[in-house]
Structure formats: structure tokens, C-alpha cells
């Protein structure tokens, strides 16, 4: 138990991604958030820039006011970064520079938990940038 040799699809022994059918709309919300948080874990970016992509806003309109929102929205802005970074590819770009003006919507409301996370998405996003790390730095 606990030991998988193909870390991007969740199948062991008490679950079974392939054979698995989601009883509500939410349960596969959640299945697709935390598959998403062991693929960083896991440092496959790309895969799991494509989940990013696939489920864009989906959770988001499920959980309308959930307080999982706020650490989904910035993780996908992570993975979105992390996957462009890696690589180079405007696909994951374009959406990731979406999220950070969602969060400052989130700050203008006053949500403690966001600034943190808001100016380390700007970080990331300034350091795609090329020759523009004392931004980067500067963000951060």
C-alpha cells in the first residue's frame, strides 16, 4: 500500500481513477484538485498544466463560496506558471496571467489569505519574463 510507479494517475489498491465514477459533479471537483496537488508534489508541471487547463473554472463554479477556492485558484496559477516555465509554451502563458488579477480582486475584498499568494504568483509572473529578475526580486 502507498507505493505507485506511475505518479500521474490515481490508482492503488482503496481507489481506482480508471474504474471510478463520481457521484455529484463536487466529489470529481475535488478528485481533480487533489490529483492536481500530487502532480506538483511530483514536479510533472506539464501534466499538470493540462488539468489546469481542462477544468479552467470548473471547481470555481461548483464551490462558488468555498474556502477551498482560495488555495485552488492560486495552486492553478502556480502549476500554470510552473508548466509554461518549463516549457515555453503560451498555452499555460496566457491563462496564468489571468489568475493574479483574479486575486487582486480577492485583496481589494480583503481576504487576509490572498496577498501572500498574490504577490508570489506576480513573482512568478515577472520571472517569465526574460532580463526581468530585479522585477521579479523586487515583487517578491
Not at 37 to 56: I, K, N, P, T, Y
Not at 84 to 90: D, F, I, P, Q, S
Not at 101 to 123: A, F, G, Q, S, W
Request: glycine fraction near 4%; charged fraction near 30%; aromatic fraction near 8%.
Amino acid at each position: 500500500m502507498g507505493e505507485t510507479k506511475n505518479t500521474s494517475l490515481l490508482q492503488e489498491e482503496y481507489f481506482d481513477e480508471m474504474n471510478w465514477t463520481p457521484v455529484n459533479p463536487t466529489e470529481r471537483g475535488h478528485a481533480m484538485f487533489l490529483k492536481q496537488a500530487l502532480q506538483v508534489f511530483f514536479c510533472e508541471w506539464e501534466e499538470a498544466g493540462d488539468l489546469a487547463l481542462s477544468r479552467a473554472d470548473e471547481y470555481e463554479k461548483l464551490l462558488q463560496c468555498h474556502c477551498i477556492l482560495q488555495t485552488d485558484i492560486p495552486v492553478r496559477g502556480m502549476v500554470l506558471y510552473g508548466a509554461a516555465r518549463k516549457t515555453g509554451k503560451r498555452k499555460y502563458r496566457k491563462p496564468a496571467k489571468k489568475i493574479p488579477k483574479r486575486l487582486k480582486d480577492m485583496v481589494k475584498k480583503e481576504n487576509p489569505n490572498i496577498p501572500p499568494m498574490y504577490h508570489l504568483l506576480r513573482t512568478e509572473e515577472a520571472a517569465l519574463r526574460r532580463n526581468k529578475t530585479d522585477v521579479a526580486t523586487a515583487t517578491f
